[in-house]
């Protein structure tokens, strides 16, 4: 019994990582695409959006909007760091990948673009989604156990 | 009693701080969600495929969720500080990389609506600078 309680105990006391480990991979992703955009906005959007930059001011425009990916990932860098934080970093991962999925499906019903081109990014999106929520519930169970 | 009333003013005060750059960004991911194909094309994007369409409006869903957030911190005191935080590091790292781009990409302040832009980015950043100091005062007290 008292065994059980012991390895309980343990499994709490390192939830803290495994919720941090769930949030590696997007803040990585994020961290990437940001960095892509910052320093080479004409390539990033060219070969993985299919848009096309005619002028020096679309390259500004696009660069400036790789601070949002890049901003995001440093405030979850920030959520990531501080045990009591790690909560509201996994909500807004999943509430990030949610408006992502929800954008990217309209987007395919209204814009013509096929299902088959972007079934692995709507996959990834699904993917980190279910992680995020399923790290929320366990930070908020750890928090309610006081560990 | 003019301590109360200041009191009750302050935080509204700050909030409207927040409250600004908080709104361009919202109107900012309304036109790329909405209008997507032709929201980036005053800047000289253009947009050729379905695809090209979609990804345009996810640029605006990453917007809408860094807006969000800031939303969030705007209707509650006690994340007014994490707001400021957030919006102090987008404003902040907007102006820079905005100021790099004119260097790299050959863009000059006179094209399009640049000055604009910086004058409005450099004033957001000052207003979230101040309101996060003076809300890291107030929690002191």
């Known amino acids: 019994m008292k065994e059980n309680s012991a390895s309980t105990a343990g499994f709490w006391g390192g939830a803290p990582w495994i919720s941090r480990l769930l949030m590696l991979p997007p803040i990585f992703i994020l961290a990437m695409i940001g960095l892509r955009l910052l320093s080479n906005p004409s390539g990033a959007v060219g070969e993985d959006m299919h848009l096309t930059l005619d002028t020096a001011r679309a390259v500004t425009h696009m660069r400036v909007f790789g601070v949002f990916p890049a901003g995001y990932a440093v405030v979850l860098v920030f959520c990531l760091v501080a045990k009591e934080r790690l909560r509201m970093g996994l909500s807004l991962i999943a509430f990030l990948m949610l408006t992502a999925l929800v954008v990217r499906l309209y987007g395919i019903s209204v814009d013509g673009t096929l299902f088959q081109d972007e079934k692995g990014l709507v996959l990834a999106e699904i993917v980190f989604f279910g992680l995020a929520t399923v790290g929320v519930a366990l930070e908020t169970l750890r928090r309610r156990r006081g560990s | 009693m003019t301590r109360t009333t200041s009191g009750g003013l302050y935080p509204w005060g700050n909030r409207f701080f927040l409250f600004l750059p908080t709104m361009i960004f919202t109107i900012v991911a309304k036109r790329y969600l909405l209008d997507p194909a032709h929201a980036p094309v005053p800047a000289g994007v253009q947009l050729t495929t379905?695809?090209?369409?979609?990804?345009?409006?996810?640029?605006?869903?990453?917007?809408?969720?860094?807006?969000?957030?800031?939303?969030?911190?705007?209707?509650?005191?006690?994340?007014?500080?994490?707001?400021?935080?957030?919006?102090?590091?987008?404003?902040?790292?907007?102006?820079?990389?905005?100021?790099?781009?004119?260097?790299?990409?050959?863009?000059?302040?006179?094209?399009?609506?640049?000055?604009?832009?910086?004058?409005?980015?450099?004033?957001?950043?000052?207003?979230n600078t101040v309101g996060y100091i003076a809300e890291s005062k107030r929690r002191k007290t």
């Open chain 2, 50 to 127: 379905p695809e090209a369409v979609t990804e345009s409006r996810i640029i605006g869903a990453v917007v809408l969720a860094f807006v969000l957030s800031l939303w969030a911190c705007v209707f509650s005191k006690a994340r007014l500080r994490e707001g400021h935080a957030m919006a102090m590091l987008l404003t902040g790292t907007v102006l820079v990389v905005r100021l790099i781009s004119f260097a790299v990409d050959g863009t000059t302040l006179a094209m399009g609506r640049q000055t604009l832009y910086v004058a409005m980015g450099s004033l957001f950043f000052v207003l």
